[in-house]
Structure formats: structure tokens, C-alpha cells
Nanobody, 127 residues
Framework: QVQLVESGGGLVQAGDSLRLSCVLS????????MGWFRQAPGKEREFVAA????????YYLYSVKGRFTISRDNAKSTVYLQMNGLKPDDTAVYYC????????????????????WGQGTQVIVSS
């Protein structure tokens, strides 16, 4: 049974930084492509960032590119989302997601592509 647990959210001011963490348990982490999504109040869940299982390939939502960085530590079974230069528009619940290993070596940007989800961590950015 795969479980994902996020942490690291909080209330910050515009321009501040946060690092979100997501720990995967139940299976071998290094085989999973991983992603981060977010959902703001009254809005659809949207893709934020993704990494391939190897970590060699990453992809970002255009509005966060250059400010956010996705990375993974396979030894710790953890994927991170480093968020710098936070803006009020970044306010949302952030979710990590894991894709069942398929050997493709790629990343995924759509929510239905992922099989496992964390419970979410709240990020609030005040102006």
C-alpha cells in the first residue's frame, strides 16, 4: 500500500520561500515518477511540477518556472518542492502525487496519470 505524506506548508509573506516535502512509503520510491499539484479555493486542481523516476527530467507550470524547483532524494524516499519568490497567487493546498512505475522514464503533467496522492499541505502567501 503506497502512502504519501506531505509537509512543509505554512503562512508566509510575498517574496518568502518554503520547501515542501513528500515522503513515499510502501514501495520502492526510485521507480516512481512524481508530481506536485495545487488547488486554490474555488479553482480546479492544477499541475505545478513533475520529475521522472530518475530525476533527470523535470517540467514546470509556466508561472512557477524559475521560482520553484522539484527534486528528489531516493535514499530518503522523498520528493521536494522548493518554492522561492512566493506570490499571493501561489496560495493553495499543495498535493504530491506518484505514478505507478511503467518503465517509461518520463514525467507526467495530468492528474489522471497519477495513481497515488497525498493529503495535501496548505500554503498561504500574504501580500
Amino acid at each position: 500500500q503506497v502512502q504519501l505524506v506531505e509537509s512543509g506548508g505554512g503562512l508566509v509573506q510575498a517574496g518568502d520561500s518554503l520547501r515542501l516535502s513528500c515522503v513515499l512509503s510502501g514501495r520502492t520510491f526510485r521507480s516512481f515518477a512524481m508530481g506536485w499539484f495545487r488547488q486554490a479555493p474555488g479553482k480546479e486542481r492544477e499541475f505545478v511540477a513533475a520529475t521522472s523516476a530518475s530525476g533527470d527530467i523535470t517540467y514546470y507550470l509556466y508561472s512557477v518556472k524559475g521560482r520553484f524547483t522539484i527534486s528528489r532524494d531516493n535514499a530518503k524516499s522523498t520528493v521536494y518542492l522548493q518554492m522561492n519568490g512566493l506570490k499571493p497567487d501561489d496560495t493553495a493546498v499543495y498535493y504530491c502525487a506518484a505514478k505507478t512505475p511503467d518503465g517509461s522514464g518520463t514525467y507526467y503533467v495530468t492528474a489522471p496519470s497519477y495513481d497515488y496522492w497525498g493529503q495535501g499541505t496548505q500554503v498561504i502567501v500574504s501580500s
